[in-house]
T-cell receptor, first 117, second 115 residues
Framework: GAVVSQHPSWVICKSGTSVKIECRSL??????MFWYRQFPKQSLMLMAT?????????EQGVEKDKFLINHASLTLSTLTVTSAHPEDSSFYIC?????????????FGPGTRLTVL | QQQVKQSPQSLIVQKGGISIINCAYE??????FPWYQQFPGKGPALLIA?????SEKKEGRFTISFNKSAKQFSLHIMDSQPGDSATYFC??????????????FGSGTQLTVLP
């Protein structure tokens, strides 16, 4: 099956610093990738949808200047949390849609645990 | 506004028993209903999915029952095993002309299967 990887799997940073999270589709091309945020024992909340070569579409309430998304190629999307604060600590999960398999497919990455001190 | 409501929040089942998780959707037309399984510290993994033109779909021990008129769908796990202990999310994808068609997730059910 299709594999989506994320790097790093966990990161600890100081308040005020920026953190970049990578999401890669390893064996397929993904024109669309999604970024989710998940707090402990809660559901996945969609943050933004990124399409290769164009600007990301952010969900209401998500600060686009704080959560920078770049989808520069068909296999890579990055999420940068700028000037991170403790309240940004969360589990960030990306998913990717296979270009050739259609809208039913959405493969999830293993997630990145961000802790901001 | 939560468009997909999931219950129960938590469920404890004895090994060999049947686990049943329910979801209901409201107002918005959806055309694809997947269920995801998530283990602690991991991303969700697709378990099984159904379209509204089918009332039931079975894959191994997992069955989705779909009631279009009631706007409800449920996951049944037969012969539940301790390895099934995880959080389960239902989801729904809206009918739309947009290319994104993002999934809307339920709130999740934490399943514990006792040995």
């Amino acid at each position: 099956g299709a594999v989506v990887s994320q790097h790093p799997s966990w990161v600890i940073c100081k308040s005020g610093t920026s953190v970049k999270i990578e999401c890669r589709s390893l064996d397929f091309q993904a024109t669309t990738m999604f970024w989710y945020r998940q707090f402990p024992k809660q559901s996945l909340m969609l943050m933004a949808t990124s399409n290769e070569g164009s600007k990301a579409t952010y969900e209401q309430g998500v600060e686009k200047d704080k959560f920078l998304i770049n989808h520069a190629s068909l296999t890579l999307s990055t999420l940068t949390v700028t000037s991170a604060h403790p309240e940004d600590s969360s589990f960030y999960i990306c998913s990717a849609r296979d270009l050739w398999e259609g809208p039913d497919t959405q493969y999830f990455g293993p997630g990145t645990r961000l802790t901001v001190l | 506004q939560q468009q997909v409501k999931q219950s129960p929040q938590s469920l404890i089942v004895q090994k060999g028993g049947i686990s049943i998780i329910n979801c209901a959707y409201e107002n918005t037309a959806f055309d694809y209903f997947p269920w995801y399984q998530q283990f602690p510290g991991k991303g969700p993994a697709l378990l099984i999915a159904i379209r509204p033109d089918v009332s039931e779909k079975k894959e191994g021990r997992f069955t989705i029952s779909f009631n279009k008129s009631a706007k409800q769908f449920s996951l049944h796990i037969m012969d539940s095993q301790p390895g099934d202990s995880a959080t389960y999310f239902c989801a729904a994808r809206p009918i739309s002309s947009g290319s994104a068609r993002q999934l809307t997730f339920g709130s999740g059910t934490q399943l514990t299967v006792l040995p």
